[in-house]
């Protein structure tokens, strides 16, 4: 073998006993390896059992919160009263030094009454938009007292809101500010008069009463302040007679009107509440003249309260009909022959307590009663609305009595066939028959009496 063949025989046996030794200490790291994730694993579960250590205790610090409310959130849009609220509390662990709140008010804003007195807070409230209350410190857990203020707020809008705010700050760390400012808005809202009119009865003769009666609702979100006004328009046919109020009405006849001005003033003294509803006022009219057919048509309008919401339902109207009456007629005289009938010399009287002329199916609006006007001679006529009525006279029976109804010709004899005697008032009434009136109908109704002083 020669040299150089000798010398790679000693090479190649070099690099297999270095292999060797390379994998044997492979083999002793990854068992090494092996051995040390175990006893990590161990490790890691003992620590899993073991009890942890008590975290560090935080800092004490301070935590004034605020909340700020109004009552109400809504006045109405010509300006009004709000009360706000401010509660201030230390939601903290430790105390708050120099406690201090400031509101924030609307611009026009201002005090609505005198300033409060507060035993923890002293406030000033003499500058705009601003005031500021101090309070000094405030123990954790502790609820300061509340700042009450009554707030006038100036008119706005309807619908538009106002802003209140208030922010709270302590010279102390606190854990967080994100409390420490609150708002409350405010809305306006204006007051909606509507009215609304009825005529009844709803035909009428002409000589005949209307009653119109008036009906006024607040349909806005807002009050009405103060007094309000309403007129009441009659067609030139009609006469203003007399006016029933009621509650807060306070109603005038105005015989010149002057221009702009109704026939009818009306004042309600308010305020009006948003929903509601006032007692109506009725008012008469008379119907002076006409033609049967034709409608007459009265109009009240209420005049717009400030800020109002809309005025297209302030006006109202109502219509009655005119219709063509029936008449009745006759004559009361002494039958002093006392048969019954009436004879050429026997005279005329109208010595009676009344004539009334008694609707038997009367409509809402109407009389309940007519009262007939007597000639000196005892004749009498009157004009009535078509419809069934009993003719109804009253005697004193001390000084009168009926005489016998219809005995021989119906042209002359005496046409009360029913007799109502109240004995302790002295009082005898005489009723006709039912007479069934119609338009231009004309029917009579004779009454005789007898004499009980000769």
């Not at 106002?162 to 709270?168: E, L, Q």
């Not at 102390?172 to 009844?200: C, F, K, P, W």
């Amino acid at each position: 073998m020669s040299l150089h063949q000798q010398r790679r025989l000693k090479l190649l046996g070099a690099l297999a006993g270095s292999a060797s030794i390379v994998t044997s200490i492979g083999q002793r790291s990854r068992r090494a390896l092996r051995t040390g994730c175990a006893l990590l694993a161990l490790s890691g579960t003992v620590a899993a059992v073991a009890p942890a250590s008590p975290a560090l205790a935080g800092p004490r610090r301070a935590d004034v919160a605020v909340t700020l409310t109004a009552s109400p959130t809504e006045v109405t849009a010509t300006g009004g009263v709000t009360t706000a609220t401010a509660e201030v509390r230390n939601v903290g662990t430790d105390a708050a030094s120099d406690v201090t709140v400031t509101l924030t008010l609307p611009p026009g804003a201002g005090m609505a009454t005198e300033p409060p007195y507060f035993a923890e807070w002293k406030c000033d409230v003499s500058t705009a938009p601003t005031w500021t209350c101090i309070h000094g410190p405030l123990a954790a857990g502790a609820v300061a007292e509340s700042l009450r203020f009554d707030l006038y707020l100036p008119g706005g809008a309807h619908g538009e809101a106002v802003t209140i705010g208030a922010a709270a700050t302590t010279s102390s760390r606190e854990l967080t500010t994100t409390n420490n400012t609150d708002q409350v808005t405010v809305h306006y809202a204006a007051a909606d008069l509507a009215i609304g009119m009825t005529a009844i009865p709803e035909e009428v003769i002409v000589g005949g009463e209307v009653i119109l009666t008036l009906n006024v609702q607040n349909i806005g979100a807002g009050e009405t302040t103060g007094a309000f006004q309403l007129d009441v328009y009659l067609p030139d046919t009609m006469t203003p007679t007399a006016g029933f109020p009621q509650g807060d009405w306070d109603c005038q006849v105005l015989l010149n009107p002057a221009p702009g001005f109704g026939d009818y003033y009306c004042v309600h003294r308010g305020p009006i509440y948003p929903g509601q509803v006032l007692e109506p006022a009725w008012l008469r009219a008379r119907v002076d003249s006409g033609t049967p057919g034709e409608a007459q048509t009265a109009t009240a309008k209420v005049r717009p309260v400030d800020g109002e919401v809309s005025t297209a339902n302030n006006t109202a109207q109502a219509s009655v009909a005119v219709v063509e009456p029936g008449t009745i007629r006759g004559s009361l005289w002494i039958d002093q022959d006392r048969d019954g009938q009436r004879d050429a010399d026997e005279p005329g009287s109208a010595f009676i307590r009344s004539l009334l002329f008694l609707p038997q199916a009367p409509v809402d609006g109407d009389p309940t009663e007519v009262t007939g006007v007597l000639n000196p001679d005892g004749t009498y006529s009157a004009a009535l609305k078509p419809g069934p009525y009993i003719v109804q006279v009253q005697i004193e029976s001390r000084y009168r009595d009926f005489t016998r109804p219809d005995v021989g010709d119906d042209a002359t004899d005496s046409d009360i066939v029913t007799i109502q005697r109240e004995i302790y008032l002295g009082i005898d009434a005489g009723n006709s028959a039912v007479i069934d009136v119609t338009a231009g109908s004309d029917t009579t109704i004779d009454v005789g009496f007898i004499d009980l002083t000769s």
